[in-house]
């Protein structure tokens, strides 16, 4: 064989060892998210795997006890924790659904909703869930009425969802704008009405909604009763904020997840987590 030829031969080899080095690479491990809905109650949200959302279930394959945790809470990480157990629900009725139980648990009830990851997240450098201030509820406020107007929602069911609207204020990206995000429900005699909404600065410097979801309707199965703020992170390492919330329903619930894509935000994942 000349010369060449052995060239040639040695590169083909060297290539198809590569080719079947590739092949045989393994996928990068899924990065498992949950929310912490009690001190140490963490319920399964989506596996993110190359930027890609997708449900997951709790099984001791998916979720070791002893698995170190990483907690995330407004926005920022505060913190490890290791699962203890996992407690498998069988749906029969009305059912807690399956979680991981958590050590040490998140310490005060009242504010042991956060994020659970099995990988640290992306630091974005943003700032953490601020309080709204005057202004920002001002401007939060018109916006809902301008929504609650094009859905012809009565007035007394604007007076009761102003007085209970809840606005926060985060930032998604590094150096980003403040963004409000906004969600009141009320119920009135056997109507529901939800109200949730993500606003940003448009280029006259005012807020314009993004994303909004909106319900009123007869308190029934397929009503849509809550859908509320949770938590805002980098869960895919795009260098973007996802933002997390809760739904709720008749006997019903679960958790989601927006993306911002094409100047609004996109449901990229929901899954419930209890439920008849």
Sequence with gaps: MTPIRCLLALTSLIVATCSVAQQARPAPAANLVLVLRAPDHAFPLTAVRAGMFAPFELTADSLQAGQ???????????????????????RQGCSEGSHAVLAPPLPGSSD?????????????GAEPVAVASRADQGAARELARSILARHQAPASALADTLAA?????????????????????VENQDNVQALFFIAEHNAQGAYAATHEEFFRGGAGESALMEMDFIAHADLDDDGVAEIVYAYAGYEWSGYGVLKRRDGGWTSVHAQAVDGC
């Excluded at 990483?70 to 157990?85: I, S």
């Excluded at 609207?165 to 429900?185: D, M, Q, T």
């Design 165 to 185: 609207l809840k606005v926060s204020v985060i930032r998604v990206e590094r150096g980003g704008k403040p963004v409000l995000v906004a969600s009141a429900h």
């Design 68 to 90: 170190r945790v990483q907690l995330h809470q407004g926005g920022t990480r505060f913190g490890e924790a290791r699962v203890e157990r996992l407690q498998i629900e069988v």
């Design 112 to 124: 042991a909703t956060a994020l659970v990851t099995t990988r640290p997240l992306k630091d974005l």
